[in-house]
């Protein structure tokens, strides 16, 4: 799992950023993403099963972040729009290679990117 971006994203409060991610060497069907700020536990951002065609958020999710997949690319993105200072954290992809364990449980994936530090400013 290669995630497209190296280094820190800086970005002003209200700005948007888009991650990118890359698997590739497995039978992966779902790519999740989740942050991890300093001091908290890591928290799922959203996710998507691109065999059954079906995305999931977070039951607290304010419709600022979307997750998407270009097939041709075999890559998924996060785009994340309306940024705060409290979304700034470490954001990381992760693939699994099964449909039917849950897609908000870090616990099922077994391949992760290098994670990207994210720098929301007010």
């Known amino acids: 799992v290669q995630q497209g971006e190296s280094g820190e994203r800086l970005v002003q409060a209200g700005g948007s950023l888009r991650l990118s991610c890359t698997a590739s060497?497995?039978?992966?069907?779902?790519m999740g993403w989740f942050r991890q700020a300093p001091g908290k536990e890591r928290v799922f951002v959203g996710g998507?099963?691109?065999?059954?065609?079906?995305?999931r958020y977070p039951d607290s999710r304010e419709g600022r972040f979307i997750v998407s997949r270009d097939n041709a690319k075999n890559t998924v993105y996060l785009q994340m729009n309306s940024l705060k200072p409290e979304d700034t954290a470490v954001y990381y992809c992760?693939?699994?290679?099964?449909?039917?364990?849950?897609?908000?449980?870090?616990?099922?994936?077994?391949?992760w990117g290098q994670g990207t530090q994210v720098t929301v400013s007010s």
């Open positions: 992760a693939a699994k290679q099964s449909q039917y364990s849950a897609m908000d449980d870090s616990t099922n994936y077994s391949d």
């Open positions: 060497g497995g039978t992966f069907t779902t």
């Open positions: 998507i099963n691109w065999v059954a065609d079906r995305r």
